[in-house]
């Protein structure tokens, strides 16, 4: 607080010197005080809006785990760097208070699976049901995902899991591309993908996309 008062101050003094081209007498420092305690009490608040907000990453990858393979987003919201001269000042990361995807994949420009509403799992969640819809408070782990497509050993095919209105689909050998929208507090954030399904279960991988084509809510960590 001392720092911001100390900033707000200097800025006064060096506006009125610019203004008036003389340093400000005892009256004017009163003013230039108050205006500047003013102004400093206010500056936290301010800070936390711009600053604070939260921010979305997505990590487009593969679970792998013995036999298991399937193709995951992992999502999480990072808290400010602890070296970040904001972090000093008091400003904190705000929790997404409400976070909900889903996806349509399709295949050489036919739609294959229609619009689809995705489970997002996440490590406190001890039923390994998933949510349709969450919050996700800052935090540096991968602990939140989406699961597009797993393979199923049984029989030998990648399947997409079924939402509240449709049942699991199965995805023959091809090259898909899927369409993702996260609903971030009712705002939209599209993106798009492609993954190979082969005949076997190390096929099953997302295609990376050009860097210059990479269109996320900020870097990647």
Known sequence: MFIIILFALTIFVLAFVGVFGRFPDNW?????VLAGWGLAMG???GLQMMLGRPKLLRDYDR?????ERALMIFLKNPPLSEKSIWRKLGVRRDTIASLSASFRISETAKVTI?????????DDDLTEAGSWRIALPPTFSWSTSIMVAMWDDTKKKAIVLGDKARDSVELPAGVYRIEV????????IKEFR???VGDKADDLVWVKPPQSTSRKEGSQT
């Not at 004017?28 to 230039?32: L, Q, R």
């Not at 229609?114 to 996440?122: G, N, V």
């Open 28 to 32: 004017e420092w009163v003013g230039i």
């Open 43 to 45: 500056a936290p608040s």
């Open 194 to 196: 492609e993954f190979i």
């Open 114 to 122: 229609p619009i689809m509403h995705a489970r997002i799992y996440s």
């Open 63 to 67: 679970h792998v785990r013995n036999q």
């Open 181 to 188: 929208i996260f609903l971030k507090e009712g705002q939209p």
